[in-house]
């Protein structure tokens, strides 16, 4: 439905009648509208965690104007429409946008691409479990269910779950877990992930899985981007160190993934629960199963390797979002200029090496990076720190180091400008408290 479910006067027997006419165990339900929110927000759905909750609250004269500006054409924009939606299908995805009108960045119109199934199908599904399975394929093909596990919860096929997939008990007993934004990395995930005759159908076939959390919590809001875009621990240490072995479980601080898929990558039949207090570094790890799951390598390394992707808006819309929960795919989709920075000539002459260039220079660690860059630049030690990078002498690295880059990096202005409580949080990852 696209611009039309605002337009129809009576549309509850219209839902009805579209409820009624969908395959309750396979149909779906896309819808494409103008919206306005209520006063209290979404938090009284039942897929409160997946009704598009980024970016779904309008500010209160959004809400009254775009509703009577509406009206005058018979257009009604009133919540209702949207709620009665979501309360009569269970969400799979949704996106909450706004439409720059004339004047980009003022006047802003609240539009949403929500994509819903019939509750049936999300409540008749089996409940399946995320175990030590070695062969993901094997047990999709016979039908099989998985051997349980009792550390990891219940997830449903198909591949996004809802909070109506998990029993109250259990979301009570993993409210430590689910509020830290959970993602759990099957056995063998990496060999699944690059499996091409993987089944998609199943979450546990898919490798990994992550649990609801609220993204409107307070310890969640205060997250609006992630700490690290790259994991700055060397894992080869942890591997020679942990002796991994087939059936181990491993939590892990998620960071920005790199740890917990290079412990998968070592050794099959591993079992990784990823936490992380900031939901931003999970939406990071999954845009990268995602991308080792869809896409060739030559745009892989684009990605990941360059951090830079042009198309980046693109390739997510098509390629990526399948195998995105609902919050990574919102997230992503609102910040298509991580890995797409918009060029602005006049942003690089007054920045300079401070504007934005990749994915690396995102993150409260990329305008470290950024900072730490005008700071040799100044101390005059930018070129001693780029031959620093690229000699692969040990000897000459030293030197450099000893040389002309120490004393500078642990002069007194520099250790005043980063040793103070805001500077360590917001480019170190270090918390306040």
Known sequence: MSYSLSMIEDFYPVVDRIASLLNPQTGFIGVADFYVSGAAGPSGHRDAEKAGVLGYQCNWFTRVFWQHWFEFDRVYLHPCRRNYLEHKFATHKALNCRNHFIVPYLIQMPYYVWIGQPSSAVESAPLQLVGPVSTHSTYAMTGASPPSSPDLPPVVSPDHATPAHFPKQIQRSRSTIAYKSDI???????????????????????????LPYQPTKPEHAQF?????????????????????????????????????????????????????????????LELKLAALRSLDYDTFWRLFGLGNLSDFARTLDSTLSAELSSPAYQYWRQNVHAFAPRKSALADLVLGDLSHRNLYTTGYSGMALRCL?????????????????????????????????????????????????????????????
Not at 184 to 205: I, K, Q
Not at 395 to 400: F, T
Not at 419 to 431: E, H, I, K, T
Request: glycine share 6%; charged share 15%.
């Open 184 to 210: 759990n990395l099957g056995p063998s995930a990496l060999s699944t992930l690059l499996s091409s005759n993987t089944p998609r159908a199943a979450s546990y076939a898919r490798g990994w899985t992550r």
């Open 224 to 284: 609006s981007t992630y700490i690290y875009g790259f994991t700055w621990e060397d894992p080869q240490r942890d591997l020679e160190v942990l002796d991994l072995h087939p059936g181990d479980s491993l939590m892990v601080i998620t960071s920005a993934g790199d740890n917990a898929l290079a412990y998968a990558a070592r050794q099959s039949g591993l079992k990784i629960h990823c936490v992380d207090m900031n939901p931003c570094q999970n939406h990071l």
């Open 373 to 433: 860059r005008v700071i040799t630049k100044l101390f005059g030690i930018h070129r001693a720190t780029q031959q620093l990078v690229v000699t692969s002498s040990l000897a000459k690295q030293a030197e450099l180091w000893r040389n002309k880059i120490r004393g500078c990096i642990f002069s007194n202005i520099a250790i005043r400008m980063l040793d103070n409580p805001v500077a360590m949080w917001q480019f170190m990852g270090v918390p306040i408290n």
